[in-house]
């Protein structure tokens, strides 16, 4: 086993413990001599890591856009000047929140490329490859960090974020592509795009590492990618509050999603007490950042419903626990439908388990009373008697697996939105109608 960091990856548990103080301890007073923001939240007296997860209150994502909204554009938040900062990222604002917008400073972004080459030099990439990173070079932090990554490790990178779907495919053909960078929907759309083309993306590429990120995946999602491309589909995942990659997928276990230790705190806490769950029992990630100095991060409440597991269950080598199955979904993501708790990955996993479906949208809303779930789905070669059909198939699947049979509509080929940036594929029109 080779890693990016071997002193780091496999640090005994226990001296890895006191680096974890040690940093947490200089980001304490750091956060509190520069920020205005965390000089109101961080108490006195915080002497170890416990008297930190007891006493230090949680951070939510909307107490940072209340910063930010009373004094644009990034609050009382910063722990510098952001006249060093030298990049500019925000959130995508998929969730229908405003953006939380962000600064790094030269050592944060060597700090957050950092992040990145552990994640990918785990995932087997190596200097001699050539990469190609297909999403959309925006304000949204996204993929710049692997861009970044990939160049450091001295890899030829193709940035192929401005391009059509077409001359996406014709370069991983004609260049030999071995590692790619998108997310799990922009994967599935050049998988349709590939065979509109002919092209057999496992026969006629060299797709070997993928990297298919920023948004949750069902198992069958990434199935069926790694079935059409013939090549790995590795897990990580950061965010635009952290900065890095606080987790990638280990080689040798699959769904063994390593956190990186060194760099983050990772507490998982029950979703209503707030306390500590057990390593196996699902919880709330709360995260705490340990390097970034210009926008700092403590316990950060995210969302996200994990699982974590010991560091001794994976057997590579490291030394840094995993969350097992990486990011299972999102606690605010789920919806109660009818008692039911519906979330967008469930009804992803039901609709790609239809080969003639090629994309689809839901939505829920409120039909003579009851809250319904809408389905609209594109069946290109289903026409006559048989759209009905795979209708009422969809549906009694619908029905089996979750719990609620849908309302199921077959719209025409390529009606619906297509994106290389996070997918929206729940929406919920009841917060609309009564808005």
């Not at 799990?184 to 083309?197: D, F, G, H, N």
């Not at 790995?232 to 635009?240: I, S």
Request: charged share 25%.
């Amino acid at each position: 086993m080779e890693y990016w960091n071997v002193t780091a990856e496999t640090m005994p548990r226990e001296e890895l413990e006191r680096w974890q103080w040690r940093r947490l301890s200089r980001a304490l007073d750091h956060a509190r001599r520069n920020s205005p923001f965390w000089a109101e939240r961080i108490p006195d007296g915080i002497t170890s890591m416990a008297a930190y997860t007891e006493r230090m209150p949680l951070l939510h994502k909307a107490d940072l856009l209340a910063s930010q909204q009373a004094a644009p554009p990034y609050g009382t938040w910063p722990s510098l000047d952001p006249t060093y900062g030298v990049r500019h990222h925000q959130t995508s604002g998929t969730s229908g929140n405003p953006p939380v917008r962000t600064f790094d400073t030269e050592r944060d972004w060597k700090w957050i490329t950092d992040t990145f080459c552990t994640a990918l030099y785990a995932n087997g990439v190596r200097s001699h490859h050539k990469a190609l990173v297909s999403f959309g070079y925006g304000l949204f932090a996204g993929f710049w960090g692997m861009h970044y990554a990939l160049e450091r490790m001295g890899c030829t990178v193709v940035p192929a974020g401005g391009l059509d779907s077409k001359t996406v495919v014709r370069l991983l053909v004609d260049y030999r592509i071995e590692v790619l960078g998108l997310t799990p929907s922009y994967a599935m759309r050049l998988i349709e795009t590939a065979a509109e083309m002919g092209v057999d993306l496992a026969r006629d590429a060299n797709v070997q590492v993928m990297l298919a990120g920023a948004e949750p995946r069902s198992d069958f999602t990434t199935r069926t990618i790694e079935e059409a491309f013939g090549a790995r589909v590795f897990n990580a995942a950061g965010t635009t509050e952290f900065g890095g990659v606080f987790m990638f997928e280990c080689p040798t276990r699959r769904n063994a999603c390593h956190i990186n230790e060194p760099t983050v705190v990772e507490e998982v806490l029950h979703p209503d007490t707030k306390e500590p769950v057990g390593y196996g029992e699902e919880g709330v990630r709360v995260t705490t950042g340990l390097y970034r100095e210009g926008m700092q991060l403590f316990r950060h409440w995210t969302e996200d419903v994990v699982v974590k597991r010991p560091y001794t269950d994976c057997g590579c080598g490291r030394t840094w626990d995993f969350l097992d199955g990486g990011i299972l979904r999102r606690y605010d993501d789920m919806r109660k439908i009818r008692g039911v708790s519906v979330t967008p990955v469930m009804i992803e996993d039901v609709l790609r388990g239809f080969t003639e479906v090629s994309e689809f949208r839901s939505s829920i809303r409120t039909v003579r009373g009851l809250d319904t779930i809408h389905v609209q789905a594109e069946a290109a070669d289903v026409t006559g008697a048989a759209a009905p059909a795979l209708c009422a198939r969809i549906a009694e699947e619908f029905k089996r697996e979750i719990g609620i049979r849908p309302q199921v509509e077959l719209v025409p080929a390529g009606s619906l939105p297509r994106t290389k940036w996070k997918a929206a594929r729940l929406h919920d029109e009841r917060q609309l109608a009564h808005a």
